[in-house]
């Protein structure tokens, strides 16, 4: 999803951290294998090879003390509360070390050889998913909302953020924003971590408890460059984008993408349609 970053210390530590990885978790680095990052580095992936068959190790850096929290946690805390009926990878393994300065967190699990529906997170031309793979989406989606969050787990977003955001970016949307349904969500639900034409659904370190409808909401606006498809993510998911709460969600993940555009070429592009959506979303 991101570049390789473009500081060579950064990129070289990186390296070496995932040979350390792999070396601890008995695997090696795949030949000709593409590497995935992180934002401005801070994790690495690439497909490995293990006595077993072939696996898909990610490395996960941070600065000594600053090790911790959602994201870091979120994969080993995701394998652990989900059922394993939802279509996804299963982790293996995972060690954590520190070295100069940093922390690192490996995480090594299965590899899914489905590609990914778009290389970036917004729909940019149409695919032929069949209806099976909508109605997996479906169910896979209601059983992470119906699944109790884990004890402590953060949320996706917070009632101050969304508070603050929908005004500073949408304006006075003519309704309380108070969210009064949370449930558990992905969190990151778009295409570039959706596969086809077999779905999995990846990246699970940003799950946690989010305004109900958050899913969906935030696949649509991801959606939208691609209308007949869009139109499809709003019929798989009527019964809830119709409600007052999945009307929220929608309000919320339009600020919350609108904020991105400020920050990377990727919702910059994407602004111009959430902005059109938002005021048919009002005029509604």
């Given at each position: 999803?991101?570049?390789?970053?473009?500081?060579?210390?950064?990129?070289?530590?990186?390296?070496?951290?995932?040979?350390?990885?792999?070396?601890?978790?008995?695997?090696?680095?795949?030949?000709?294998?593409?590497?995935?990052?992180?934002?401005?580095?801070?994790?690495?992936?690439?497909?490995?090879?293990?006595?077993?068959?072939?696996?898909?190790?990610?490395?996960?850096?941070?600065?000594?003390?600053?090790?911790?929290?959602?994201?870091?946690?979120?994969?080993?805390?995701?394998?652990?509360?989900?059922?394993?009926?939802?279509?996804?990878?299963?982790?293996?393994?995972?060690?954590?070390?520190?070295?100069?300065?940093?922390?690192?967190?490996?995480?090594?699990?299965?590899?899914?050889?489905?590609?990914?529906?778009?290389?970036?997170?917004?729909?940019?031309?149409?695919?032929?998913?069949?209806?099976?793979?909508?109605?997996?989406?479906?169910?896979?989606?209601?059983?992470?909302?119906?699944?109790?969050?884990?004890?402590?787990r953060q949320r996706v977003i917070t009632q101050d953020y969304i508070h603050r955001t929908i005004p500073q970016y949408l304006g006075d949307v003519g309704i309380d924003t108070t969210v009064r349904r949370w449930t558990l969500a992905h969190g990151d639900l778009h295409w570039a971590n959706l596969t086809w034409p077999e779905l999995n659904i990846l990246d699970w370190e940003g799950f946690g408890l989010a305004p109900y409808g958050f899913d969906a909401a935030h696949l649509y606006a991801y959606t939208l460059p691609v209308a007949e498809l869009a139109k499809r993510v709003r019929t798989t998911f009527a019964g809830i984008l119709a409600t007052p709460e999945g009307r929220l969600a929608e309000l919320t993940v339009a600020a919350i993408l609108l904020q991105a555009a400020d920050r990377d070429p990727v919702h910059a592009r994407l602004a111009p349609r959430i902005r059109e959506f938002v005021r048919r979303l009002r005029a509604r």
């Open positions: 999803m991101f570049s390789e970053p473009d500081d060579p210390d950064v990129r070289e530590r990186m390296h070496a951290a995932f040979a350390d990885a792999a070396n601890r978790l008995g695997c090696a680095s795949a030949d000709g294998a593409t590497e995935a990052w992180g934002h401005d580095g801070r994790t690495i992936g690439a497909p490995v090879t293990t006595p077993h068959g072939n696996a898909w190790l990610r490395v996960l850096e941070a600065p000594v003390g600053g090790e911790g929290g959602k994201l870091w946690t979120g994969t080993e805390e995701a394998a652990a509360t989900l059922p394993t009926e939802i279509p996804r990878p299963r982790l293996l393994e995972s060690a954590d070390w520190v070295g100069v300065g940093y922390a690192y967190r490996a995480e090594l699990s299965t590899y899914i050889s489905a590609p990914v529906c778009s290389p970036t997170p917004d729909l940019t031309e149409h695919i032929p998913l069949p209806d099976a793979w909508w109605s997996r989406l479906q169910r896979a989606t209601n059983a992470v909302a119906t699944t109790p969050a884990p004890d402590n």
